[in-house]
C-alpha cells in the first residue's frame, strides 16, 4: 500500500488499483483531498499493472462535498487540472464505491467515474442549493444527461438525499450492492469491466436524455411558474434552472461554462454567505459548551404529554412520528376524544397528500394512548407538559408528577415564558425539571428552544438535546428570562411598532415593511393569526390599548374573520377601515399629528431592538453563541436563511453601522434603543457580532 498524501492511499490487488480516501470527520474535498485524488488518479493511470480504479472512502461516509469552510477564502483556487479532469480523461475504467452520503462535489466526483457502484443503504444527492449555490463542479451538466431535466431539477432544487435504490433507476448507480461487501463487490465489477473490454462510459459524453428534453420546451417555463413562490428571495433556484436549459440546449463544454460562471457569481453573493454560515450555526448550536459529547443519556423509550390540545397533540406526533410511544392526559373525556381525533385528522391529511400511506396512519395512532389520569404515567421516561400558562396550575402538575413519575424520569414543561426555576422548586427533582418549548404548529416548526434552568443537570440537557434531533426538530440551548430568547427579541420589536403606529405608521405599512425583507409575515399579520385575545381578559380590559379595542369588539383575529384587517371567506386579508378608526382615535386622543414614516426607516427601528435584544441575551448569558439566536430565528419565527439571522444580518449591516444607529434612535426615543454595552465592545475591538 501506497501512501500518496496525509489522506489517500493506493494499493494494487490484482490489477485493480484501489485509491481510498480517510480524511474525517466526511471527507470533503478539502484542498488536501484533491491535492490527494489528483496525485492517486495519476499514479493508478501511469503504473502499467493496473488495469481499472475504484475509488473508495473510509469512515462514515463516502464525499460529502466540497469543503464549506473553504469557500470565501482562497484556498479554493487551482491551476492544473482538477481531479474530475483526471478522471475525465482516464484511459482506465474507473468506479465510484459510495456508502454513507455522496453528496454535491462527492456525487459530482463519482459521477465523473466510468461506473458506480453503491452500498444499499447509501443516498445521493446535489444539497448545493441549501448553501445558496448550485453544483458547480459539473453536476448540472452530467445528472440531465442520466435523469433528464425534470427529474435532474427536482434533485437539485430540494436539495435531497436521494436513496441508491432510486438513483439507480437512472443509472446514476449502476449497481447496489450489500453494505458489508462495498469493497469487494466494486473491485469484482471493476474486474467485470475489465474482462468485458474496459468500456469507458463517461457520464458526460450521454445525449439521448437531454435530446429528448429538447423537445419539451414549456418545461423551464413550467418548473419556474410552479415554483415561483418557493424561489422567492433565493438566487440559487433560477441559477440551477438556467444551468440545466444549457445542458438541454448546449454541448457538455459550453453548458460547463455557463455553469462555472453561475457558481462563481453565486459564490460571492450575499445570500450563499448567510446560508454558509447558517450551516455551521445548526451545527453549532447541538454543541453546549459545559456539556461535553459523551455526557450520559438517559434512555426515552415512552413519552407522556400533559394536555391534548393543539400544543399537546402536535408535540404527541413528533414522538409518534419517531416510532416513540406516547400516552396523552387530559382531564375531561371529550377533550381527550377532540384531541386525538384533531392528530388523526392531521395525519390522514398527510397521508391523503401521499406524504405517508394509511398503514402508517394507523401505526402511529397505535403509538399514541388518551388517559384520564396521571397515574398512567408512572412508568414514562419523559413529561412535557403543555397546558395554558397560569403558573399556579403548572405548579400544582409538577407537584403531582414529581409523586407519580417513577425517579430519573424528566419533567419538562412547554411554557413559552414562565419562570422555569419557580416550576423546578416544587418538585423534588429540579435537576430533572427542563424546558421544551416547541412552537406551534408543533407536528412541523422545526425549532425547538431547550430552557435550561437553575438546577437541570447536564445529563437532561444531553438527552434532550439528542431526543431533539431525533424526533427531527433542530434544538437551540437558552436560558430562563420572560419570553426566552424568541419571544423575548419578538416582544423589543413590538414595543417598537406599538411605537410606529401611534406616530403614522399603520399596521399593514410594518407588516409590508418586514415581508419585503423577506420574513413571511409581519407583527400585526402575526397577532391576527395567533389570535389578539391572546393573554386578554374580558373582566380587565379597558380599551387602554388598540388591541384592547378590537378584542372588546369581537374582532379576534383571523378566527373571527377581523383584527387588524378583515378577512373573506377565503382568509384573504385586506387592511381594516374599522382598526385604522381605532388608531387614529387613539393618536387624536394623544394629540399626535401623524406623520409619513418611510418604510427604511419602520424596518430599521423594528429591526435594530431585535439585534441589541439578542445582544442583551448575550450579555446576560440566556443564549450559548449568536449563532444560537440566528438559528432560533431561522427555524421558529422565518426569517430568510438567505439573510442568515438578525445577528448574522447585523454583520451584514455591520455592527458600527448598528451602534451608530442605535445612538441615533436613542436621542430621539431614549433608553429602549440604548445600545449594548457588548455592542460598544464588539465596535471597540472590530469584532463580528454574529461570531459572539
Ligand atoms: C459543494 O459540494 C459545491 C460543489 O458543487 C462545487 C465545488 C466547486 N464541508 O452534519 P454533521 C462537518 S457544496 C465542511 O454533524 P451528520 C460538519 O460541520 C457541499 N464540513 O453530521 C460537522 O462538523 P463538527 C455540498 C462539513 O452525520 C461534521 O462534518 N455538500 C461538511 O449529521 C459532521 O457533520 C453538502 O452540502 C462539508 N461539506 O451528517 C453536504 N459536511 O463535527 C453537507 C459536514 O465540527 N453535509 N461537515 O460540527 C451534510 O449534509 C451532513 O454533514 C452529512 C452528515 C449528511 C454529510
Not at 450521454?206 to 423551464?220: I, N
Not at 453573493?269 to 459548551?289: G, N, T, W
Request: some cysteine.
Amino acid at each position: 500500500m501506497k501512501q500518496i498524501n496525509e489522506v489517500v492511499t493506493l494499493s494494487i490487488e490484482d490489477g485493480i488499483a484501489v485509491l481510498t480516501l480517510d480524511s474525517p470527520p466526511v471527507n470533503a474535498l478539502s484542498a488536501a483531498v484533491r491535492a490527494g485524488l489528483q496525485q492517486g488518479f495519476t499514479a493508478a493511470i501511469d503504473d502499467d499493472a493496473v488495469q481499472a480504479i475504484v475509488l473508495i472512502c473510509a469512515g462514515r461516509t463516502f464525499i460529502a462535498g466540497a469543503d464549506i469552510s473553504e469557500f470565501g477564502g482562497d484556498k479554493t483556487e487551482q491551476t492544473g487540472p482538477d481531479e474530475r479532469e483526471i478522471m475525465d480523461n482516464s484511459p482506465k475504467p474507473i468506479v465510484a464505491a459510495i456508502h454513507g452520503t455522496a453528496l454535491g462535489g462527492g456525487l459530482e466526483t463519482a459521477l465523473c467515474a466510468h461506473y458506480r457502484v453503491a452500498a444499499q443503504s447509501a443516498k445521493v444527492g446535489l444539497p448545493e442549493v441549501h448553501l445558496g449555490l448550485l453544483p458547480g463542479a459539473g453536476g448540472t451538466q452530467r445528472l440531465p444527461r442520466l435523469t433528464g431535466a425534470e427529474v435532474a431539477l427536482d434533485w437539485m432544487i430540494t436539495g435531497r438525499h436521494v436513496p441508491v435504490a432510486e438513483a439507480a433507476e437512472y443509472g446514476v448507480v449502476d449497481e447496489v450492492v450489500p453494505d458489508e461487501s462495498l469493497r469487494e463487490d466494486a473491485i469484482a465489477f471493476a474486474r467485470r469491466v475489465v474482462a468485458e473490454g474496459g468500456e469507458l462510459r463517461r457520464v458526460r459524453d450521454r445525449d439521448d436524455k437531454v435530446a429528448a428534453d429538447r423537445d419539451k420546451p414549456e418545461l423551464f417555463a413550467d418548473f419556474r411558474k410552479k415554483h415561483a413562490r418557493k424561489f422567492r428571495g433565493f438566487k440559487a433556484p433560477e441559477a440551477i434552472v438556467q444551468c440545466v436549459e444549457a445542458a438541454v440546449n448546449l454541448p457538455y463544454d459550453e453548458g460547463r461554462e455557463v455553469e462555472k460562471r453561475l457558481f462563481a457569481e453565486l459564490v460571492s453573493s450575499p445570500e450563499s454567505a448567510a446560508q454558509r454560515y447558517y450551516f455551521f450555526a445548526e451545527r453549532a448550536a447541538a454543541k453546549v459548551p459545559d456539556v461535553p459529547r459523551d455526557t450520559p443519556r438517559i434512555p426515552v423509550e415512552s413519552v407522556g404529554i400533559i394536555g391534548a390540545g393543539t400544543m399537546g397533540g402536535g408535540i404527541a406526533m413528533n414522538f409518534a412520528n419517531a416510532g416513540i410511544p406516547v400516552t396523552i392526559v387530559e382531564q375531561q373525556p371529550e377533550a381527550l376524544e377532540r384531541g386525538l381525533g384533531v392528530i388523526r385528522k392531521n395525519y390522514e391529511r398527510t397521508a391523503s397528500k401521499g406524504r405517508i400511506t394509511s398503514a402508517q396512519v394507523e401505526e402511529r395512532m397505535g403509538l399514541i394512548t388518551g388517559s384520564l389520569t396521571k397515574d398512567d404515567l408512572a412508568s414514562v421516561d419523559l413529561v412535557i407538559e403543555a397546558v395554558f400558562e397560569l403558573m399556579d396550575v403548572k405548579k400544582s402538575i409538577f407537584t403531582e408528577l414529581d409523586e407519580i413519575c417513577k425517579p430519573g424520569a424528566i419533567l419538562a414543561t412547554n411554557t413559552s415564558g414562565l419562570d422555569i426555576d419557580e416550576i423546578a422548586a416544587v418538585t423534588e427533582r429540579p435537576e430533572a425539571v427542563i424546558g421544551m418549548h416547541f412552537f406551534s404548529p408543533a407536528n412541523v416548526m422545526k425549532l425547538l428552544e431547550v430552557v435550561r434552568a437553575d438546577h437541570t443537570s447536564k445529563e437532561v440537557i444531553a438527552t434532550v438535546m439528542a431526543l431533539a434531533k431525533k424526533i427531527g426538530k433542530i434544538p437551540a440551548l437558552v436560558g430562563v428570562c420572560p419570553g426566552f430568547v424568541g419571544n423575548r427579541i419578538l416582544y423589543a420589536r413590538r414595543r417598537e411598532s406599538e411605537r410606529l403606529l401611534m406616530e403614522g405608521a399603520m399596521p399593514w405599512d410594518i407588516d409590508t415593511a418586514v415581508t419585503n425583507f423577506g420574513l413571511p409575515m409581519g407583527p400585526y399579520q402575526m397577532s391576527d393569526l395567533a389570535g389578539l385575545d391572546i393573554g386578554w381578559r374580558k373582566e380587565e380590559s379597558a380599551g387602554r390599548t388598540v388591541r384592547e379595542v378590537l378584542c372588546e369588539m369581537d374582532r379576534r383575529g383571523q378566527k373571527t374573520g377581523a383584527g387588524y384587517y378583515d378577512y373573506d371567506e377565503n382568509r384573504k386579508a385586506t387592511p381594516s377601515p374599522v382598526a385604522a378608526k381605532i388608531i387614529e382615535d387613539f393618536r387624536a386622543k394623544e394629540g399626535v399629528a401623524p406623520r409619513e414614516i418611510s418604510e427604511e426607516e419602520i424596518f430599521e427601528r423594528c429591526t435594530l431592538p431585535m439585534i441589541n435584544e439578542g445582544l442583551h441575551i448575550l450579555e446576560e448569558g440566556k443564549a450559548v453563541r449568536a449563532s444560537d439566536i440566528d438559528v432560533i430565528y431561522v427555524n421558529g419565527y422565518g426569517w430568510p436563511v438567505y439573510r442568515g439571522g438578525p445577528m448574522f444580518y447585523a454583520d451584514q449591516l455591520g455592527a458600527e453601522h448598528v451602534l451608530e444607529r442605535l445612538r441615533f434612535y436613542e436621542e430621539k426615543y431614549g433608553s429602549d434603543f440604548t445600545p449594548s454595552p457588548l455592542l460598544e465592545k464588539v465596535v471597540a475591538e472590530g469584532g463580528r457580532i454574529s461570531e459572539l
